[in-house]
C-alpha cells in the first residue's frame, strides 16, 4: 500500500486510526448526497409537474487542466408554470442529446410546483446517481468503519500496555519490511523474543518503522518490550531502556 500523507512518530502508530476516521467521513459524506438525491428524485416523481418548454439556446464548456476534467454539454431553456410564471433553467446532457436538441424547438420540463427554481428535462432522472452515491457512501463508510475500529483497539492497546504492561527484554531475532510505504519509502518492521513473567516465550513484531530508525537495531540486540499481564501473548515493542 502506498501512500503520500506525512505520517511520522504517533501518526504512523495510530495509522488505521486516521484513515479509518477520513473514510468514514467521506462514506457518511457520500451517503449523505445519496439520501439527499434520493429524497429529491422521489420529491420530483411524487409531485414534479411536466410542462412544455422551449430551447434557449445551447453551450459547451470545455475542459480545462486544472480548473474543470471534464467537457460538460449544456441547454438552456424557458418554461411558463401552470400558474402562469416564466422561469427559465439549464440542464448538463450527453453529447448526443446535445446534437439532438435545436434552438428553439419544444422540449418537456418537469418542475416543483412550490419552488419552480428547481427544474429540469422531464425524461431526465437522478435516480442512478443517487443509488451509486448511496452504494459508495455504504461500501466507503463501511471500510471506514472497519479501519476505524482497528485503528481505535490498536491505539487503545498502545496506550494501555505503555501504562499498565509488564515490562521485559525482548530480543531481536530480525528486521524485515512491513505492509506500510510512506512516500514510496518502504517501512520497516522488528520481530522480537521475550519471556513472560510465568517464564513462557512469545513473539511479536512492532509497528511499522523508518528505515532510519530500524537500522539502529540488529538481530541479537536487546530492546524494551511491554506484554499483558493476563494475556502475556499480547505485547509492544518500546525499543529503549527504561
Known amino acids: 500500500m502506498y501512500f503520500s ?57 470545455r475542459a480545462k487542466r486544472d480548473e474543470k476534467p471534464t467537457t460538460e454539454y449544456l441547454v438552456a431553456y424557458r418554461f411558463t ?6 422561469v427559465e433553467g439549464n440542464a448538463s446532457v450527453s453529447p ?5 436538441l435545436e434552438e428553439g424547438k419544444p422540449v418537456q420540463i418537469r418542475y416543483l410546483p412550490h419552488a419552480p427554481q428547481s427544474n429540469r428535462l422531464a425524461e431526465k432522472s ?25 485503528g481505535f483497539r490498536s491505539a487503545r492497546r498502545e496506550v494501555r ?16 519490511p512491513s505492509w ?24 511479536g513484531k512492532s509497528d511499522p518503522l523508518s528505515p532510519d530508525e530500524s537500522d539502529a537495531w540488529r538481530p541479537g540486540e536487546t530492546g524494551t518490550v511491554r506484554f499483558d499481564r493476563k494475556r502475556p501473548q499480547e505485547s509492544i515493542w518500546t525499543g529503549r531502556t527504561e
Not at 468514514?24 to 420530483?44: D, K, Q
Not at 412544455?52 to 445551447?58: D, F, I, Y
Not at 408554470?81 to 416564466?86: D, I, L, R
Not at 463508510?141 to 479501519?147: F, P, S
Open 5 to 61: 500523507l506525512p505520517l511520522p512518530g504517533l501518526l504512523r502508530k495510530t495509522f488505521f486510526l486516521w484513515f479509518g476516521a477520513i473514510w468514514l467521513v467521506l462514506g457518511v459524506v457520500l451517503l449523505g448526497f445519496g439520501i439527499s438525491a434520493t429524497m429529491g428524485e422521489r420529491r420530483y416523481q411524487a409531485e414534479g409537474r411536466v410542462v412544455p418548454g422551449a430551447v434557449v439556446s445551447k453551450f459547451i464548456e
Open 81 to 86: 408554470t401552470e400558474s402562469g410564471q416564466a
Open 96 to 100: 448526443q442529446e446535445w446534437d439532438q
Open 126 to 150: 437522478t435516480g442512478g446517481d443517487a443509488i451509486v452515491n448511496l452504494l459508495l457512501g455504504l461500501g466507503v463508510g463501511a471500510l471506514g468503519g472497519v479501519l476505524f475500529t482497528k
Open 161 to 176: 500496555l505503555r501504562r499498565d504492561g509488564v515490562t521485559a527484554q525482548g530480543t531481536v531475532l530480525d528486521i524485515g
Open 180 to 203: 506500510l510505504a510512506i512516500n514510496r519509502v518502504r517501512q520497516m518492521e522488528v520481530r522480537y523474543r521475550y519471556t513472560d513473567h510465568m517464564g513462557q516465550t512469545h513473539e
